[in-house]
């Protein structure tokens, strides 16, 4: 069976072995992107491995994303310079809109308390904070007059860059690209409701890029990309399996080779065990930070695009979503979360808005969404509570906690009873409750 349905398994180690000896490795205009938005020395370190691709001569991108990468450029850069005003901007305001609230009040007057030294000590503290990010922004690259990270990758790439299509070719592919859409066929179909006119082929035009370069190189490909979406990855109860195994099996049909992909942690893994190099664990822990704050920027993208609701419900439904994320936030700072329990929360973040978008469209629900749905909340239960027992908290961490864990069941609870048509859901609203009295006794142990 292996042999006639290939592209529905995974590769072997040994297999794995062969490709990346063999591959074209294949970069993403997110990964070179990020490189802006990683540390220096994490930045350093991605690119002493794309050197050493290079010389291997096996470093390639499509023209799409050349493009891609160079519009947008020059805004992720102007847009990491303004930050620093913009947080200091928000903190200014923050600060004297407290002021001004604390003195119409008290009319900056109180019995117990010296209000005038109060607001002494938030402008000292404001300052100390300027302080600080005026010394960040200092030391922050200039990279509008000196960008190291573009001279880099002008050399890595020298004569590593697919060519432009023609007019004809995309006026073919946007045609192609809308019978393809229609029918779900990967990749770019997620892009369509999100974007305007021709750019929502981008993904497509990428790809079809990549099997001219596989036709012409008669090699594998190893695709290295953060795009996280279900048009490229396959993915189930949460898992992601691999590629979507239609891109596997179009690229074989169409240039005879095998296709791979990685995220940047997991390619940065291999690779340091491919060229022999210790594994830097901080480099890694820097990239899958960049990789959680860039999908909870996505997750929250979707949410602000579904505020237009078809149903008073889903407007309700996003809004707890957007105080879920808050609360997690407010969580990671009081327990000290590391990087892997927010991951996971935006994972099932992310499943939850794929959740609502199918019935938000009118499409029912597939009873297994159901079960993945519910398996994803109960892996992340699981995740804190394992992280919760190495650590000691106190009542009110206890109590934020567990309220957390109740706000999240009842809001899937409501998800699910809103979505279920056919009495589907009665199973787990039983299952959820069941939880929820099991949290309840749990947490009543640390009280």
């Not at 007057?109 to 010296?114: A, I, N, R, Y």
């Not at 010394?135 to 509008?144: I, L, Q, S």
């Not at 996280?228 to 891109?247: A, C, F, H, M, V």
Request: net charge positive.
């Amino acid at each position: 069976m292996k042999t006639k349905f290939k592209e529905f398994y995974r590769y072997s180690d040994d297999e794995i072995k062969n490709i990346w000896n063999e591959c074209i490795f294949v970069f993403d205009t997110n990964v070179l992107l990020d490189l802006y938005r990683y540390s220096k020395d994490t930045s350093d370190k991605y690119i002493d491995i794309l050197k050493k691709i290079k010389t291997e001569k096996r470093i390639w991108i499509p023209h799409q994303v050349g493009l891609e990468f160079h519009k947008k450029r020059i805004i992720l850069i102007s847009d990491l310079k303004n930050s620093y005003s913009e947080i200091k901007n928000i903190l200014d305001s923050s600060i004297k809109d407290t002021q001004k609230k604390i003195d119409d009040k008290y009319h900056k007057e109180h019995p117990f308390l010296d209000l005038k030294k109060i607001n002494i000590e938030l402008d000292t503290c404001l300052k100390k904070i300027v302080e600080t990010i005026n010394k960040n922004e200092k030391a922050h690259p200039d990279w509008f007059n000196k960008d190291t990270i573009v001279d880099e990758l002008n050399k890595l790439l020298k004569g590593s860059i697919g060519e432009e299509y023609s007019k004809k070719k995309l006026t073919e592919i946007y045609r192609e690209g809308k019978e393809r859409y229609s029918n779900n066929i990967p990749p770019g179909y997620e892009d369509a409701p999100n974007k305007d006119d021709e750019r929502r082929y981008g993904d497509l035009i990428l790809w079809y890029q990549i099997i001219d370069k596989a036709k012409n190189s008669k090699k594998p490909i190893i695709f290295i990309t953060r795009d996280k979406k279900e048009d490229w990855w396959w993915k189930q109860s949460g898992n992601t399996i691999g590629p979507r195994y239609e891109l596997k099996k179009e690229i074989m049909a169409k240039a005879k080779v095998d296709f791979h992909m990685y995220d940047s942690e997991r390619f940065l893994e291999y690779a340091f065990e491919h060229y022999k190099q210790t594994v830097d664990k901080e480099v890694l822990k820097d990239i899958k930070r960049v990789k959680a704050l860039e999908e909870r920027n996505y997750i929250m993208h979707r949410m602000l695009r579904s505020r237009e609701p078809k149903s008073p419900f889903i407007h309700e439904f996003v809004m707890q979503q957007e105080m879920l994320n808050e609360e997690l936030l407010h969580l990671s700072q009081q327990l000290d979360l590391d990087e892997d329990i927010l991951f996971e929360f935006n994972r099932n973040q992310e499943r939850v808005m794929h959740f609502m978008e199918r019935f938000s469209h009118e499409e029912r629900p597939h009873p297994m969404m159901f079960e993945e749905l519910f398996m994803l909340q109960e892996r992340l239960q699981r995740r804190f509570i394992d992280l919760i027992e190495t650590k000691k908290i106190n009542k009110e961490q206890t109590r934020y906690l567990l309220r957390f864990f109740e706000r999240m069941n009842e809001s899937y609870m409501m998800l699910m009873k809103y979505a279920d048509k056919e009495g589907i859901s009665e199973k787990y609203f039983h299952r959820m409750e069941m939880n929820n009295h099991r949290l309840r006794r749990y947490f009543r142990n640390f009280e």
